[in-house]
């Protein structure tokens, strides 16, 4: 959106020193381990419209970040399932303060509300609203508000409510494997998608080598899984996929790095080497990836009474030729 005169209204420059850290998901040392933040309006789009909100196009706009692996999730799966024309889409800025993501020239203005800052779009949806402020969230153009925020369903809702307008034959959810991608996707989040905060957040030297030892063991697993078959559930990219590969992209940029979780890079993982960068071939994974933008993970959290290893950021050849093929039915 723009104002009268045509000028897009942007939030003024990130201020650290005036506004401070964005603190919502930083760990404080004395809560002896990370707690993520509360995801509060976890309203649902059906197709129906039984839930007060109906899928229909034109309605719903998605607020992502180039930054945020949960949003990443909503990005591909938005392309994956033909909704580009369906779902509207914009980015806030990489960088934030105290005052959390905002909508700046990099990345462009707020398309649909003209908001400087996505805080706006809590305040409108919650008055005084005084939590965490996160990406995705699904804004509701008829209503005016915040559908949801909640990350873990959001996905779910995108690739199966939206059926008649998008491509019905990208099952990502089918239900006769919902149990099994359920089962798996708890397991890959509690050991890796958050599982490598909960390495950066380690209290002790003991947690700290529990912990990443989970991470590490996760990935042999995953590795194993991905040996003899092309996606984790077989020959079609499924929610798990969507749910595993935006913390692998991010791995040894950003995770590893980071939360100095293992010595082995994903690179040293060679089925889920092979299997990333055959996802990353595909345009909803690649055109929706800011290698660029994985700089960061957030505040500075980490105890420094815990030992740990050191892990230098690598940039991996995200191009080169996948092996995986051969595993196609």
Known sequence: MSTPTGTPVYADPVDLD?????????????????????????????????????????????????????????????????????????????????????????????????????????????????????????????????????????TIDLGTQFEQFGDPAVRLYPEELRAEIDELNEHIYVNFNDGNYRVAGAASDAAYAELRGRVIATLDGLDERLATRRFLHGDTITESDVRLWVTLVRFDLTYNPFCKISERRLVDFPHLWGYARDLYSRRAFRETTDLDAFTHLGPPFLDPAVSRIEVAPYRADWDEPHDRDRLAP
């Open 18 to 154: 005036k506004h401070g850290v964005y603190g919502a998901t930083a760990l404080k040392v004395d809560n002896g381990g990370w707690k993520r933040p509360r995801y509060p309006f976890r309203e649902h789009v059906t197709a129906d419209g039984s839930s007060g909100y109906k899928a229909e196009p034109g309605r719903y706009h998605l607020y992502v970040s180039h930054r945020c692996p949960w949003a990443h999730r909503s990005a591909i799966v938005r392309i994956l399932k033909g909704l580009e024309d369906v779902v509207s889409l914009s980015y806030v800025d990489d960088e934030r303060d105290g005052r959390g993501w905002a909508f700046r020239e990099k990345r462009g203005a707020d398309p649909v509300n003209g908001f400087r800052f996505l805080r706006e779009a809590y305040e409108a949806t919650e008055p005084g609203y005084a939590g965490h402020v996160s990406v995705p969230v699904l804004w509701d153009r008829r209503t005016g508000r915040i559908v949801s925020n909640d990350f873990f369903a959001l």
